[in-house]
């Protein structure tokens, strides 16, 4: 059993791939914080960190959690039911919006 | 190549439980906390939503900077988070490769993280009490111009917690699994199991610390 993921070993030190996404983690966290600091508009903030916010968990979970070399249907097990949290999320959004313009 | 695997995996097994195919050709005990996984992001998605309907309802929000330390102290938990991740990756390989101290020597390295982690939690959750944050609101002194909704002090217990909780486990869970593998009864695979839950702890994190502290 232990044997049984060795298969993607190419000759380079085994722990390379992890060093490497352990410093993009690192250097996309940085760029996360010096963004706030650089007083972007609004909107082209909150999409630049939700990107980079995407990215960071699709490193996590690809190389950390191994999941780029699981097969396709634990991969789309995992993935297909956060479309429910898409859904929850915009289906309170337009009444979260609307709501402190009724207050006035 | 997938496929010979799978043969091999069933002629090797007697398990029951294995039945007679293997469509996510894992084992069962990765495949549980796999789906556990999911049923938890869930979980930290509806608090996250909730969270982000609660901020647009409440219409202001105060600069997270006015009451939080980014640069010197949610910062670094980032950082400290993501380092134990590495470690914890790097435990989950040696197993793999049978490699006994290195395993239990970065299993220990990915506990002090989480405890690292838990420590500037306690620390940032003492200065926010300090400072007047509550449960049910903000009673402390504001900051002209400055307006302070009950939920702001509210989500950011209640997620926060969550996660610090899921820290916490986690690093029992890391202990347990750090012990057991000193004393050489561990398999490649409890090691793997539990990483992916670390993992998962890290990446929630990488989204509360986006959307409470950054955003």
Redesign the interface.
């Known amino acids: 059993m232990a044997e049984h993921s060795e298969a993607r070993h190419d000759g380079t030190p085994w722990y390379r791939t992890y060093i490497v996404v352990w410093v993009w983690l690192l250097v996309i966290t940085v760029i996360e914080i010096a963004a706030v600091q650089v007083g972007l508009a609004r909107l082209l903030l909150i999409g630049v960190l939700m990107s980079l916010s995407l990215l960071k968990a699709a490193l996590i979970a690809g190389y950390f959690m191994h999941l780029r070399y699981e097969r396709l249907n634990l991969v789309l097990l995992v993935l297909i039911p956060l479309i429910l949290a898409v859904i929850l999320f915009t289906g309170v959004v337009p009444d979260a919006i609307t709501a402190p313009q009724l207050r006035r | 190549?997938?496929h010979a695997?799978v043969r091999e995996r069933q002629a090797t097994s007697h398990s029951v439980w294995d039945g007679g195919e293997s469509?996510?050709?894992?084992?069962w005990p990765k495949?549980m906390m796999?789906l556990f996984?999911?049923s938890d992001?869930?979980t930290f998605?509806?608090l996250l939503?909730?969270y982000?309907?609660?901020?647009?309802?409440?219409?202001v929000w105060p600069p997270q900077g006015d009451f939080f330390n980014?640069?010197f102290v949610v910062?670094p938990m980032?950082?400290i988070l993501?380092?134990s991740?590495?470690t914890?990756?790097?435990a989950v390989?040696a197993?793999?490769?049978?490699d006994a101290r290195t395993t239990v020597r970065f299993l220990f390295l990915t506990v002090l993280g989480g405890l690292l982690f838990l420590g500037m939690q306690a620390f940032e959750w003492t200065s926010f009490i300090r400072e007047g944050a509550r449960l049910t609101g903000f009673v402390g002194h504001i900051p002209e111009g400055v307006q302070v909704p009950p939920m702001f002090p509210a989500t950011f217990f209640v997620i926060t917690g969550f996660h610090g909780g899921h820290v916490t486990s986690g690093v029992i869970y890391l202990l347990v699994t750090a012990l057991r593998a000193a004393r050489g009864a561990y398999?490649?695979?409890e090691v793997e199991v539990a990483?992916?839950y670390w993992?998962?702890v890290?990446?929630v994190w990488?989204?509360i610390?986006?959307l409470l502290y950054?955003?």
Request: hydrophobic residues 60%; charged residues 10%; contains cysteine.
């Open positions: 190549m997938a695997h469509p996510f050709a894992v084992s495949l796999w996984l999911i992001a869930l998605a509806a939503s909730g982000g309907a609660m901020r647009m309802t409440a219409g980014i640069n910062g980032t950082f993501i380092c991740s590495a914890m990756a790097v390989g197993a793999r490769r049978g398999s490649a695979e990483g992916l993992h998962f890290d990446l990488v989204f610390f986006t950054l955003i």
